[in-house]
Structure formats: structure tokens, C-alpha cells
């Protein structure tokens, strides 16, 4: 039997507050590495802000959408929002932009958290909106 949590919400600060605290109490519920919670948490924060802020330019009741599952060998955090189109995977953190986090260009730097922390990241454009499916290797 697979576990997974979904989540239905709005994109406001006090939804992401009880998202990440359900987050946290399924990891308990589910015996997951303290490690993996605290990487899906801070993927999940950065998302979630990252639409608030760009996708919609400001707390509203359109929709954010999660589910978190348990895949062989790792969970899987599929994220989605109704949001202007933006893929993240385009991203290229190599190239000639300076390593160093107070050079990035503003929104470099969650994405950089979202490749550092997620063992695999890939988008896929909805209509509307986007996903962001994101793989967490198990300990």
C-alpha cells in the first residue's frame, strides 16, 4: 500500500502555514527521515511563495495544489498552481553566474534551493498553470 497526502489549498501565508505543519505531522505518521521532511518542507515553502509572490502577485483564494507519495525508492512531490506559465527547469545554475548566493538574480536563489534539496526536478505546463514534480531519494 503506497501512502501519499494531497492537499487542496489557497494561496495565502496562513494556507502554507498549515501545509507545512500537515507536512510535518505525515512524516511522523509515515516514519519519514527527519531529513526528507525538512526537504520537502523548505521545497514546499519556496514554491508555494514563489507563487504567491510571482504567479499571482499577491495572497488569493486560486488554487495551490500538492500530493506527496511514497514511489520506489523515493517520494515524489508534485506540485501545481494556475499560475502564468514559468518553468524552472530551465534554469541553468552553471555557465558563467557567479556561484556565490548574494549574486543571484532575484528567484535564483530558491531555485537553486529547489535543485540543491530534490534528487530530480521536472516541469510540465498545464492549462492553466504549471507542475512540478520533485524527487526526494529515500535514506
Known amino acids: 500500500m503506497s501512502a501519499a497526502l494531497e492537499l487542496d489549498l489557497p494561496a495565502t501565508s496562513a494556507a502554507l502555514v498549515s501545509c507545512l505543519e500537515t507536512?510535518?505531522?505525515?512524516?511522523?505518521s509515515e516514519h519519514l527521515e527527519p531529513d526528507l521532511v525538512a526537504r520537502v518542507r523548505i521545497v514546499v515553502e519556496e514554491l508555494f511563495l514563489n507563487t504567491i509572490k510571482y504567479g499571482y502577485?499577491?495572497?488569493?483564494?486560486?488554487?495551490?495544489?500538492?500530493?506527496?507519495?511514497?514511489?520506489?525508492?523515493?517520494?515524489t512531490l508534485t506540485y501545481e498552481d494556475e499560475a502564468a506559465p514559468f518553468d524552472p527547469t530551465g534554469w541553468d545554475?552553471?555557465?558563467?553566474?557567479?556561484?556565490?548566493?548574494?549574486?543571484?538574480?532575484?528567484?535564483?536563489?530558491?531555485?537553486?534551493?529547489?535543485?540543491?534539496?530534490?534528487?530530480?526536478?521536472?516541469?510540465?505546463?498545464?492549462?492553466?498553470?504549471?507542475?512540478?514534480?520533485?524527487?526526494?531519494?529515500?535514506?
Not at 507536512?23 to 511522523?28: A, L, T
Not at 502577485?57 to 517520494?75: I, K, M, Q
Request: hydrophobic content about 45%; overall charge negative.
Open 57 to 75: 502577485a499577491a495572497e488569493c483564494d486560486r488554487p495551490v495544489r500538492l500530493r506527496l507519495e511514497a514511489t520506489p525508492g523515493s517520494w
Open 23 to 28: 507536512i510535518g505531522q505525515f512524516g511522523v
Open 93 to 139: 545554475p552553471g555557465g558563467d553566474r557567479p556561484a556565490a548566493a548574494i549574486s543571484l538574480l532575484e528567484g535564483e536563489a530558491g531555485l537553486a534551493l529547489l535543485f540543491g534539496l530534490a534528487d530530480r526536478v521536472a516541469y510540465t505546463p498545464l492549462n492553466p498553470g504549471n507542475r512540478i514534480a520533485a524527487a526526494f531519494a529515500r535514506d
